[in-house]
């Protein structure tokens, strides 16, 4: 009888990995370092030695084990292929067969930000919802689009990268993509960081911020202490990103928009400069939604990526 | 054996109906106006007499007939209950549920937009995707947004409201939703024709449209045969309608855009002006989209009503 999961999540820095019952309990969960030398060969190779160690330790049979499941950056195909990922030097990777080959194990997997929205939707904020947007910010802004219950891929495996939607037709610098004025830009920790330190430069008016390590956490706390040139970067980073998500809604209609990623540890006030945006943006009809902060932090990963086996 | 379905889209002014084979030919094709009067109570025993009238005609028993299905303007429940239709005066009304008494047959519907995408998705330019967006260019801007081969509803039916993404912040009218700037007050035959209108009066160069009664049809026409000042409308349109889509992609990722509705019937030129902004705009990784015209034209509600009851 299958009565474990792993749940394995790649990250350009630390694979995390957990130990789950299928009934969505965490038993363990631990992480190593990604060795992203020659292209990362040694990655799936690690993972399925971790895998092989755990099951030594607990005295479990792989035959106990329904399989493996594992989120990674960028796009993924249905069947588990990495057309291209550029942090891992990976192209045309046959994540889930070779894991599967390694392991001996069922193994499945997708985009890491859709990874977490199915986390969220298993055992997190978003397991009340059947239509929900969940919302990463961090490095970048991606999002898990839920429709009916499911995380849609697309076409190729871009649906949800609401991070590029253009919201300033007046900027000038591009963004990673190549795009100018996208919502990361602005609504990414970088694009905080960069917000902050602009306007200090432009302006002499006195900030907690001055001579500081600006980012985005101390851009949040010191609009929390009530500064004047941290509120004009919280309110542009409301302004966009609930630019952003209005344009969603009027694709989608979701019931709530989810956030998580690091930059949500700002808390409800993030949640409040963004839906007051959103409002004021929105069609009429989709103004009443929910805004809710993701619940699992850096563990809605493991846990998506656990949900594949089942 | 069920052979045959009734097709019934219901608008402010005609009433168009279909018989079909299940197997999706259409068989005989009418209109019957729309009697709006004490909250257009006539409209459903008149679309059952229809019904019954044409079944005597054909002498066909209504054992043979697997259901009808319908189309109507604004939000549709999966249950088929119109909340509120300002144009029909309708409110909180079992659509499909008082059909199917007035009928004895079973009845399922949905918004007439999202009809029309199921019609071009089972007989028409969306058959061969199985992610697209359809999208109406008409008195209103409004799209079907079809994932994984089924059309979308969101949370509350509003999914697919992309006319009323903003696209304009500078706008100081307001749009029919109360919004200012929306997709819709520039994409749509009303917005071509305020947006021809605007430029004649504030521009004295020559233009064709001048002295003309001028309409959506009238602008491009005129775009055709090289008029600058249609151009500088149609080039606005474009960039509205290409900014909306590239939004849109950012956060479904279709295989294409299928566009229909009385605008549509500009033709290719449309497309192509379109698509121009929408590459300028969208993420990279969604660029190569496809652009194509629907082409059941005013019979893709018909055709998506009838597929309700398959």
Known sequence: MKKYIFG??????A????????????LDKW???????????????DIAKQIEEKLAEKGI???????????????????????????????????????????GLTCKGGNDVKTAG??????GSAAKYTNAVFLTL???VGAAII???????????AAGEIGHIKVDMEETRSCGCGGLGCAEQYASAPGLKR????????YDMPSLLRGKDVDAKAVFDAYKEGDDLAEQVVEKFGHYLGYALAATAAVVDPEAFIIGGGVSKAGEVLLKVVQKYYKEYVWPGCREKEFVLATLGNDAGIYGAASYVL
Chains 1, 2 share one sequence.
């Open 8 to 13: 394995v999540d790649v990250g350009g820095t």
């Open 15 to 26: 694979i995390k990995l957990g130990f789950f019952t299928v009934e969505g309990e965490l």
């Open 31 to 45: 992480e190593i370092p990604t060795r992203t030398e020659n292209h990362s060969e040694h990655v799936l190779p």
């Open 61 to 103: 049979n792989k035959e106990e084990v329904a399989g493996v499941g594992f989120g990674v950056p960028g796009p993924v195909t249905a069947e588990g292929v990495i057309k291209m990922n550029a942090n891992l030097g990976w192209r045309d990777k046959e994540v889930a067969k070779e894991l599967s080959q390694l392991t």
């Open 118 to 123: 199915l986390g969220e939707m298993w055992k």
């Open 138 to 140: 961090g490095t970048g």
């Open 147 to 157: 429709v009916e219950g499911k995380v849609i891929l697309g076409a190729m495996g």
């Open 195 to 202: 917000m902050a330190l602009e306007l200090l430069e432009k």
